[in-house]
């Protein structure tokens, strides 16, 4: 397994909200952040392929495609992989080339490691790192007139599980300079809604998605029910507590989890009676969740703008929706506040979530759209 080293280095404008995960910071103060000092480049026309080391053995692999129409300080673009399984699936090159082209960004996509391979809380740690690298040896580009440095504005995106880490990074690294706007498909961000019991109650259908070509053969295949997302989270979460950290469910930077730790029948019930699924599925939906004031007033994490698109079919719709809506009523409460002193003008932020026919997946087109809302909102203040 990948060890992560041994120190935690913060930069100064990183503001991590301990309130919510002290289990995680505490795990992070006794680990390092490793860089690579000297990555390993393999440029080949306008793309160039990195590895970044994390800690003594370990590293992340980095496809960057540079912008197409080179300017002085052009986006940057984190693209994160789905991480779900999947056969045949659409090609990493032509998602990440026409996000390039239409958004005229530096697209990173970040193949972080199969998370059921390297479990939770590995693959924030990775994504944490492959962020960082990209802020120092990216973001800032000095101008040949004053010899003044621009620092490029970031977006980060992602489908399934790699939406959840999207989300993360998006909404732990918004600071000025720092992420500006996240796209987000299907994203898995509260790990708590799903329960065994739902999923028996699902009707019988097609538990995947697939995708076909024009001569009709497979082009992709994708995991969708509420029974493999469970499988999903048993392979890549050891224990409960895990998935109940905001750092791997960010929605729970908003509000309270929707389901009790541990995820257990209620209590008061008799070790030998047979629980009823009618009560139980009602008591979980029924749980009172309490809204959490995030961002933290003291921190200086503003939140960005953001894009969600879910499929009416996915099982994922309502915590799309969810997420939208929480960081929206949260810039309206908390953040227009900061910026009522004399002298600070009020950002400007879009909140998008967008109900697409079917299961909502990524395909070239909707690439193409992603990719001209981010050359739009990371052009702007």
């Not at 994504?127 to 440095?149: F, P």
């Not at 493999?228 to 224990?239: E, I």
């Not at 967008?354 to 809302?373: F, R, S």
Request: aromatic residues 10%; proline residues 8%; hydrophobic residues 35%.
């Amino acid at each position: 397994m990948l060890k992560i080293a041994n120190n935690v280095r913060f930069h100064g404008r990183r503001t991590w909200p301990s309130q919510f995960s002290a289990r995680w910071l505490t795990a992070c103060l006794s680990q390092c952040r490793h860089y690579s000092t000297h990555p390993i480049p393999n440029q080949s026309d306008d793309v160039t392929n990195v590895k970044v080391k994390i800690g003594n053995t370990g590293h992340v692999s980095l496809i960057i495609r540079h912008a197409p129409r080179p300017e002085t300080a052009n986006p940057i673009i984190l693209y994160l992989k789905r991480g779900l399984p999947s056969a045949y699936g659409s090609s990493v090159a032509e998602n990440v080339f026409n996000l390039a082209t239409s958004a005229n960004s530096t697209v990173v996509y970040v193949d972080y490691e199969d998370p059921k391979a390297l479990p939770y809380p590995i693959p924030i740690h990775t994504v944490v790192r492959a962020y960082d690298w990209v802020q120092q040896n990216l973001a800032g580009s000095r101008s040949k007139t004053n010899d003044r440095t621009t620092t490029s504005r970031i977006g980060v995106c992602g489908e399934l599980v790699g939406g959840s880490l999207a989300a993360m990074l998006a909404l732990t690294e918004c600071h000025t300079p720092g992420i500006s706007a996240a796209a987000l498909g299907n994203p898995i961000v509260d790990w708590t809604a799903l329960h065994p019991l739902v999923a028996s109650k699902e009707p019988e259908a097609t538990p995947c998605v697939k995708r076909t070509n024009q001569d009709g053969d497979i082009q992709e295949k994708v995991v969708m029910s509420m029974e493999s997302l469970l499988t999903l989270r048993g392979n890549y979460f050891s224990k409960p507590e895990k998935y109940h950290d905001p750092f791997a469910s960010p929605l729970l930077f908003f509000r309270t989890p929707s389901s009790e730790l541990p995820l257990e029948y209620a209590p008061s019930q008799s070790s030998d009676s047979e629980p009823n699924p009618e009560v139980v599925v009602s008591d979980f939906f029924k749980k009172r969740r309490s809204l959490r004031k995030y961002p933290p007033t003291y921190s200086d994490l503003i939140i960005p703008n953001i894009r969600v698109n879910v499929g009416k079919q996915s099982v994922l719709r309502d915590q799309g929706f969810e997420l939208v809506d929480l960081m929206r009523r949260s810039f309206g409460r908390w953040e227009v506040d900061r910026f009522t002193l004399p002298g600070k003008d009020i950002p400007q932020r879009r909140f998008e979530a967008l109900d697409w026919e079917g299961w909502g997946l990524w395909n070239d087109k909707e690439i193409v759209e992603i990719g001209n809302w981010f050359g739009d909102v990371l052009q702007k203040p």
